[in-house]
Nanobody, 124 residues
């Protein structure tokens, strides 16, 4: 019902910036929460930042003051502006669409969806 396409990852030096984008498409009525998670090798996938349809945001402590999440409802797109990047930010970043409402066979259903991931590497 929902496809998430991420872009913007890459290689950056410490202290640099990147902007990730995630565009949602498909046959759905609404998306409540959109967010970004990251997963480093051998570690669990953890929340980086999330934003609700109403505009409430939530950030991991490690990125507060450095990362900013925003959302364009008209484009069904979520952005993650990452500044002052550190080597420990290196990971695969996944976009998530949560509480997606869609109609299937006349029934209203909800589901969660993930993007394919984009690599962010912070290194000299």
């Amino acid at each position: 019902q929902v496809q998430l396409v991420e872009s913007g990852g890459g290689l950056v030096q410490p202290g640099g910036s990147l902007r990730l984008s995630c565009a949602a498409s498909g046959n759905f009525f609404s998306i409540n929460t959109m967010g970004w998670y990251h997963q480093a090798p051998g570690k669990e996938r953890d929340l980086v930042a999330a934003i609700t349809r109403a505009g409430s945001t939530n950030y991991a402590d490690s990125v507060k003051g450095r990362f900013t999440i925003s959302r364009d409802h008209a484009k069904n797109t979520v952005y993650l502006q990452m500044n002052n990047l550190k080597p420990e930010d290196t990971a695969v970043y996944y976009c998530n669409a949560g509480e997606v409402t869609y109609n299937s066979g006349g029934r209203w259903l909800t589901g969660d969806y993930w993007g394919q991931g984009t690599q962010v590497t912070v290194s000299t």
